[in-house]
């Protein structure tokens, strides 16, 4: 048997999953931790794949009506309280502003000074604040529907923290809309789960399933809150962005009221949705393999590195230019509507260095030039979606020309493989002694990975539910879209009736 | 005599310029206040004003080699502590969070619970947080320069707010970078400084002094601040941007060090340097007139708002089709690199209303379109940098081929008339009568609008500046770029020999 290839990661996924996730951010420079509990710093590269993120995803909000406003960081208790559940779901993790000086204290530390008369909550959220000011604008049925998105952050003081995954800070988008008819609201939350799901799967290479999360998993104060879910390399569940239908549950609470067409007043419909930081976990586990992060072309930050080999002084005169020359006509060239980004890595002198430091950040293309290449007019090519060693000579007219094509190509090859995937570990589950043994490693010691998404009968209890997560960490991720639609059966756990299959999987 | 147009705005700049100023914010919809103490709502229209800043700026900084990254909102006292100055600076106007739960209390209503062991500020600048990442970051002076920037909200918790100029939270951007000479730093803080200048001048049409602060005037902590410095129509002037040089100061704090070429252990040179959401402030008050906001081309949010004329309903089928194909033309042009944005407002039939609503929001261009418009081919065109009702009609052709010419025209238009507004208000004074004189209004009473910037001799006693602006309310507003070329002559003040003059101005 062959020795394997050592890796640039370690450990593997295979060894260590969560330490391989760790070891990938740090690897790649996507973030780090802050000397600040549980906030994180967004290195460069990391805040580049979050601006095409955010730049893809904005030019998607836009096309479908919606315009970005900003709103208060900060949110008055009382405007928290004003709906019972939300409250409820957000004061055990606030962080709270309740002085607004420091003053040096008599140890010659700072503290706090000058008390607020109302504390201020920096927002874990925004209905409430936002509902304020819909309030305030509408009047009559001719000021709806609002369609408004914000970029902020946002804190929730979590107390179990991982990097992108689960932070006090993060960064987000959060829209919030407000219509005249249960209709246009419900249209608006469905209209969305569906730009979410095109955006994951065509931008992020993430194949998600979506569906509506069971009661328990509600948004706190939403009536009905949508979902979409991807899978991750251990086949656990990674809830990736929702979409809320708020009824007029906030509209109560805020009192955004308009004279309607017949003249009564009547409370607007709004809804509430939002993606965030956490997409970058999310392509971290869904691409990234035991060299790194592997980055899709359409939100890499550069889609090319360019690495110069210069073994000799002499060579540098010949290669540097060359190389400029090269990035230029890859600049030229256009790949999913913009052009393609290049650096050329002039660092230092060590290729292979170098080659690898690119291969854990996860860049799409690297292409070696040294003084044979140019002789040749070639170009030397690795594909990030491919094994470090493979690579291969090409001519650089045909590089050039291609690139486009190449980027496209491994765009589909990073979804088709992470649709495989997940589609090899999801799978329709009947009996509770398969569903259990789905959820068990085999050697409780070193659990190696396992599971997946199981589709199987649940009854519709929350206590179903709730055994079944407390036995197994096991939750319902989604009744999928299309549910009812299948045929009926035994609740996996009580046996009673089921309308139709839900999906199962432990989470982040 | 003949009778005044009427105005949008009412009072006028003439009347109450500060009243003028919140009207045209409202009316305009650049803005509002919310219900948080000092802080505002950002209204689409300002958002998307904000937003082409933003990316003009970025664009700047891009291309002189620096990165976004993004770092915690919030900081733990101690940071802030590290730099005397710094805190002393600060530590009065700190929004400070204490707890990290909500409970309910007694009464019913949420009370803060779990304090936190430190308390942790609300950024107010970045300064400490950065240089702790960055003394983590460097080692070598290989791994210099780092040069980051960051787009985020502060919170400076100021009594007196005014909407954009001085809010508790605004948006900015601040720029921090570390080096390995006090050379290199030096020259990075006065790029920056250009950097803003002709972004003030060339994408805002703001025309804009270069020069020091006053060491009285200083970033609390920097060795040198730098700053850029605009007449407003009311001849105060705003300062829009400042670049620091922090010297070592901060890496002392920070631990900033490397090891130099020469073995020894260093600390690094920094900068820092920011312009905020106060520019749309500065827009307002440089550009906008007694019909509402002027927006410059190159940050308005759309070009040209189409207003289909629609008397008779059976007009209706002609006229939209019409519009929105003279609207898909018009986007085919490009206007400073970007295609022209275009707005058909459908909303009701009462054109005038429409007009009058884009003209207080400052769109450059309006264009009425209706069936006899249709009939000639033509359209009545209206441009925000002339009168309401100078309005032409112009062949639909010619409006289509020359718009991108049309809009130069009224960005170059914007900057020479604010060019021409500054330099009538701007002269050398060399006796304190004059000097006096030009900072006091005819009437206290009933104060007219004036001042402006008055070049004036200082002695360089930090006295006569204290004396000074307690008399007058009047400030150093900086010494202005080639400060100390000039004339040599005696301080407006105390008569005491002064190398050059500076400038002085009532400021925001």
């Not at 930081?277 to 090319?304: F, K």
Request: with cysteine; aromatic share 10%; charged share 25%.
């Amino acid at each position: 048997m062959n020795k394997p290839e050592p890796t640039a990661i370690s450990p593997t996924r295979a060894v260590d999953y969560a330490e391989w996730y760790q070891e990938v951010v740090r690897a790649a420079e996507l973030a780090e931790t802050s000397p600040v509990r549980g906030c994180m710093v967004i290195r460069p590269w990391g805040y580049a794949i979050w601006e095409n993120i955010r730049a893809r995803l904005d030019e998607r909000f836009k096309a479908t009506g919606h315009v970005n406003a900003y709103f208060p960081l900060l949110i008055p208790l009382s405007f928290l309280q004003q709906e019972a559940e939300h409250v409820e779901g957000f004061a055990k993790e606030c962080a709270v502003v309740t002085h607004h000086r420091l003053e040096v204290g008599p140890d010659g530390r700072l503290v706090p000074a000058a008390p607020l008369e109302e504390p201020l909550v920096v927002r874990p959220t925004s209905e409430t604040i936002i509902g304020a000011m819909f309030a305030k604008w509408v009047e009559s049925w001719r000021d709806l529907p609002i369609k408004i998105n914000q970029w902020a952050n946002v804190v929730r003081w979590e107390l179990r923290t991982r990097l992108f995954l689960r932070t006090a800070e993060f960064l987000w988008q959060e829209g919030h809309t407000a219509h005249e008819t249960r209709e246009e609201a419900w249209a608006e939350t469905l209209t969305i789960l569906d730009l979410y799901r095109e955006f994951a799967e065509s931008v992020l290479a993430m194949p998600v399933l979506t569906g509506e999360k069971t009661p328990n998993e509600r948004f706190p104060g939403a009536e009905h809150t949508f979902c979409i879910e991807a899978m991750m390399q251990d086949r656990k569940a990674l809830q990736a962005g929702t979409s809320h239908f708020l009824g007029q549950k906030f509209a109560r609470a805020s009192e955004i009221m308009f004279t309607a067409r017949d003249r009564t007043r009547q409370y607007a419909w709004t809804t509430s949705w939002g993606v965030s930081t956490r997409l970058i976990g999310g392509l971290v586990m869904t691409h990234g393999d035991d060299n790194g992060m592997v980055v899709p072309p359409r939100v890499a930050p550069a889609h090319v590195a360019i690495l110069p080999i210069v073994r000799r002084d002499d060579d540098r005169a010949t290669v540097l230019p060359w190389c400029e020359r090269l990035a230029a006509e890859l600049r030229e060239q256009r790949y999913d509507g913009r052009p393609v980004e290049v650096i050329v890595d002039t660092r230092d002198d060590n290729a292979g260095e170098r080659g690898w430091a690119w291969i854990k950040r996860g860049i799409p293309i690297r292409a070696e030039v040294g003084p044979r290449d140019i002789a040749k007019d070639s170009v030397f090519v690795g594909r990030r979606d491919r094994a470090p060693r493979d690579r291969a000579s090409v001519p650089r007219a045909e590089f050039v020309a291609t690139i486009a094509t190449t980027l496209d190509d491994i765009q589909r090859g990073l979804l088709e493989r992470a649709r495989a995937f997940r589609d090899a570990h999801t799978r329709p589950i009947d009996g509770w002694d398969e569903f259990r043994a789905f959820f068990t490693p085999a050697n409780p010691e070193k659990p190696e990975l396992h599971g997946g998404f199981a589709l199987a009968h649940w009854c519709g209890s929350p206590n179903c539910e709730r055994a079944i997560n407390e036995e197994l960490t096991v939750t319902i991720r989604c009744l999928p879209t299309g549910y009812g639609q299948g045929a009926p059966g035994l609740c996996i756990k009580c046996g009673s009736a089921s309308r139709d299959r839900v999906v199962f999987a432990k989470a982040y």
